[in-house]
């Protein structure tokens, strides 16, 4: 059965995807084979380009549609049309020539309907809303009109033929839509969750909205478990933990594990700030050596979501230290009197290598079908840049690939992968050497700070004043300067 | 620190092969009320290593766990519900240390500071 979607106007690339793994979440489990591709059927509208928010998709029912329109944070709606058209004549006949028995239902005596006249791409104003209004009046609606809690809503939206289009190319020629609406979107869900009524939050604090997107991804749902390697201040959790999800998350820094910014200030009180469950456990522990045990595998977690540290706002640090890791010290035994509170020192942890030990994880400890949801930076220059650029394991196949564009420099692109395959000793051998070649391909902007300068360098050198150049003295960021 | 966690811990130090199940040195244990989720515990249930739980929730001083796994039907009766749930969830470590089984080494990584297994 072919729905209208109707999206708000932000973040393209994440539009499809969400509907497509809500889809899933909500539809037929035992149908739904995961080495199946489970794509939906989409359709755009006549003239409409790809990036347009109107979008048709065959969705097997109206409840699934419900289902997907009031969980989805991209989906303004989804909508059963009863017309289209190029004009309002055009729509009149279309909607005459809908099939009798779809509309009598909606139409009775005693129910109440509302009609909201909706536009993209430009304002009418009241008086030709009303005048829409009128014009529908071939439709035999014989219930009464209720504006705050009507039984049906309908919906009368049209999209302009002007040049500009918000930013998108130029419709050819407008299309106008009249249908029934099937579910509608809960937006009320960001405006609660803003970070900027969170208690505790980070530099690297996800966007509400984004994390939202990120649980939807990853299917989070009531008696699962979902698993963040790089928990911060749990901005990605509480989302998850919003649609019901038993959540875990790790950190290397102790100090947002563990302190926060005192009692009521911390990860635990995010979560008590919107009465959410706590999580299961926040753990101080480095992704570089998992402390999982031996026997736990593909067992315990349904999804890992998480940003990675990719250097632009905040790097990677694994256990060991610098000295340690360069090997100038041999590895040490903390002495049984300064154990109790000892906090090992970290050293830096390139991205390649985050990214191959995440995915080495998330091969091993997801649930067969689970799902590995995580962002990675592209740098904008690469013109190159191919779907196959992304690191990539044996047992994952990727169903979604979304860029959000941060700077003129560089983007970010959400990863979601589906795990297919068991772990086994060889699979893990050869997720080795692919990581291997994928590390000399990239190792260029990858490797450690490379990345952070070439966001963040000037477009071109400044012409340096001799002056400033001849001043010999080192200037250095640290902690104590 | 929940057992639930603790289950899922193993000692990492170079050189350890089977750091699992790392043993439990009480301080002080505290109980926290946590909402019964039925099906995250009937999830759980299969993954969770059930001596490594049983051998925690004594150490912690609870012993209303059957020494042997359940049968899987056990999930169907509520008082089991409820008892795997306490051990599982509501029991938390508030201060004590993880002990590596097999060099008994209290692990600098799993010393457990105000809750935190770190």
């Known amino acids: 059965m072919w729905f209208l979607c109707v999206f708000f106007h932000r973040l393209l690339d994440y539009r499809k995807p969400e509907v497509e793994s809500l889809a899933l979440l909500f539809g037929d489990q035992t149908q739904a084979d995961q080495n199946q ?80 006249v909706d536009s993209f791409g ?50 050819a020629q407008r299309r106008i839509f009249f249908g029934r609406e099937v579910g509608g ?25 984004v994390a939202f997107l990120m649980a939807n991804q990853a299917l989070a749902a009531p008696g699962k478990l979902v698993y963040d390697p790089f928990v911060g201040t749990g901005s990605i959790l509480v989302a998850a933990a919003h ?18 910014r005192g009692p009521d200030c911390n990860v635990w009180s995010n979560f008590k700030q919107y009465g959410l469950p706590m999580p299961i456990a926040l753990l101080r522990a480095d992704n570089n050596l998992p402390p999982w045990r031996p026997g736990l595998k593909e067992v315990v977690f349904n999804a890992i979501i998480c940003d990675p540290p990719y250097g632009v706002r905040a790097g990677g640090r694994k256990s060991g230290g610098r000295k340690l890791l360069k090997g100038t010290v041999s ?43 995580f962002f990675y930076p592209v740098l904008r220059e690469d013109d190159d840049f191919v779907e196959n650029h992304f690191p990539d394991h044996p047992c994952f196949r990727l169903v979604a690939s979304s860029e959000q564009i941060l700077s003129s420099r560089y983007s970010r692109v959400l990863l979601t992968m589906v795990k297919m395959g068991p772990y086994t000793d060889e699979v893990a051998e050869t997720a080795r050497m692919r990581h291997l070649d994928f590390k000399e391909n990239h190792l260029k902007w990858l490797e450690n700070g490379n990345l952070h300068s070439s966001v963040f360098s000037p477009a071109d050198p400044l012409p340096t004043d001799s002056k400033f150049s001849k001043d010999p003295k080192k200037k250095y960021r640290g902690k104590y300067v | 620190m929940r057992l639930l966690t603790h289950n899922m811990l193993s000692s990492n130090i170079k050189g350890v092969t089977n750091g699992f199940p790392l043993g439990i040195e ?34 912690m001083g609870y012993f209303e766990l059957p020494g042997e ?12 519900l409820s008892k795997f749930h306490h051990a599982l ?20 990584f799993a010393s457990t500071l105000r809750g935190f297994p770190s």
């Open chain 1, 185 to 209: 979107a809960d937006r009320k869900l960001l405006p609660t969750y803003q970070l900027k009524s969170r208690m505790y939050i980070g530099p690297t604090a996800m966007d509400a909205e």
């Open chain 1, 37 to 116: 591709d489970n794509a939906l059927e989409w359709r755009l509208p006549k003239h409409h380009h790809p990036d347009s928010p109107f979008h048709f998709v065959n969705l097997p029912s109206q409840d699934l549609a419900r289902n997907i329109a009031n969980r989805s944070i991209l989906v303004k709606g989804i909508y059963e049309i009863w017309g289209e058209g190029s004009s309002y004549e055009e729509l009149e006949e279309s909607i005459k020539s809908y099939p009798e028995d779809r509309k009598l239902p909606y139409l009775t005596s005693g129910s109440t309907f509302k009609i909201t």
């Open chain 1, 243 to 260: 649609f019901g999800a038993m959540t875990m998350g790790a950190d290397i820094d102790i100090r947002v594990v563990r302190d926060g």
């Open chain 1, 122 to 171: 430009k304002v009418i104003s009241l008086q030709e809303q009303n005048g829409r209004l009128k014009n529908l009046a071939y439709i035999p609606f014989k219930g009464r009109v209720n504006l705050k809690n009507p039984d049906h809503r309908f919906w009368l939206m049209e999209t302009d033929d002007s040049g500009a289009n918000n930013g998108l190319p130029p419709v």
């Open chain 2, 69 to 80: 796994p359940p049968e899987t039907s056990a999930l169907e009766s509520e008082e089991f």
């Open chain 1, 331 to 373: 590895p040490y035994t903390v002495p049984d009197d300064k154990r109790t509170d000892h906090i090992p020192s970290t050293g830096a942890y390139s991205l390649v290598e985050c990214v191959h030990d995440l995915l080495d994880l998330a091969a091993r400890m997801l649930v067969m079908g689970g799902r590995l949801v």
């Open chain 2, 26 to 59: 009480v301080v002080k244990v505290v109980e926290k009320q946590v909402e019964l989720n039925a099906d995250f515990l009937k999830n759980m249930f299969h993954k969770i290593d059930w001596k490594g739980l049983v051998d925690g929730s004594r150490a």
């Open chain 2, 89 to 108: 969830l509501e029991l938390h470590l508030e201060e004590g240390a993880l002990v590596c089984p097999e060099t008994g080494n209290i692990c600098h």
